[in-house]
């Protein structure tokens, strides 16, 4: 079946440093990957995508590449600021349908 | 665009009453999603359409809850009777399928007491 799996919450981070969020995928066929960010009070907002293996994905300095042989998505920032300050989801569809499957988020709460 | 508009962003309602909530998608957008967003079990699906059509609704909690899409431009999630566990964030997601991104409306944020 088809399902994501992201590092447990909550993460916090002084500003400027860097950040990892862990995603790793089970899929059938080859799945398209995402990640979203819910800033507080708001809906999801796609972040950035990978379609195919070895893509790399980037927006606002958050980059994650498609790694098929290890099954994961890591989100990372080489420097966070407080405006980052979010829940990040990481989220699949697969090739053959047109359903999402969100992990279950990473809050992150960068301090000054 | 506007982008997908819920409607209310926020309700409060008595235990009983009957809850509509809409929502309308971006034009050209031919897939719907209702999904529900609470602190204890994260983001949930409860149904899909695709071309004004359900797909799955599994995820449709209980009889109470029911979803509609008569149009391309239009949806309802009513929940009928509401019980106080309903309260949650209801988020409306469209997209044009082939697996493109959803984009997410604001939500309604409802509570039942």
């Known amino acids: 079946g088809n399902s994501v799996t992201q590092m447990e919450g909550p993460v916090t981070l002084s500003e400027e440093a860097f950040l990892t969020i862990n995603c790793t995928y089970t899929?059938?066929?080859?799945?398209?990957l995402f990640w979203y960010v819910q800033y507080p009070g708001e809906g999801l907002q796609l972040l950035l995508k990978?379609?195919?293996?070895?893509d790399k994905g980037s927006n606002k300095g958050f980059e994650a590449t498609y790694r098929k042989e290890t099954t994961s998505f890591h989100l990372e920032k080489g420097s966070v600021q407080v405006s980052d300050s979010a829940v990040y989801f990481c989220?699949?569809?697969?090739?053959?349908?047109?359903?999402?499957?969100f992990g279950t988020g990473t809050s992150l709460t960068v301090i000054p | 665009d506007a982008g997908v508009i819920q409607s209310p962003r926020h309700e409060v309602t008595e235990m009983g009453q009957e809850v509509t909530l809409r929502c309308k998608p971006i034009?050209?957008?031919?897939?719907l999603f209702w999904y529900r967003q609470t602190m204890m079990r994260g983001l949930e699906l409860l149904i899909y359409?695709?071309?004004?059509?359900?797909?799955?609704d599994s995820g449709m909690p209980e009889d109470r809850f029911s979803a509609k899409m008569p149009n391309a431009s239009f949806s309802t999630l009513k929940i009928q009777p509401s019980e106080p566990r309903d309260s949650a964030v209801y988020f409306c997601?469209?997209?044009?399928?082939?697996?493109?991104?959803?984009?997410f409306g604001s939500g309604t944020r409802l509570t039942v007491v």
């Open positions: 899929a059938t066929g080859y799945p398209s």
């Open positions: 990978a379609t195919k293996a070895d």
């Open positions: 989220a699949l569809t697969a090739n053959t349908g047109n359903q999402f499957y």
């Open positions: 997601a469209s997209n044009l399928g082939g697996g493109q991104g959803y984009t």
């Open positions: 359409f695709n071309n004004n059509v359900p797909i799955d």
């Open positions: 034009s050209g957008h031919n897939s």
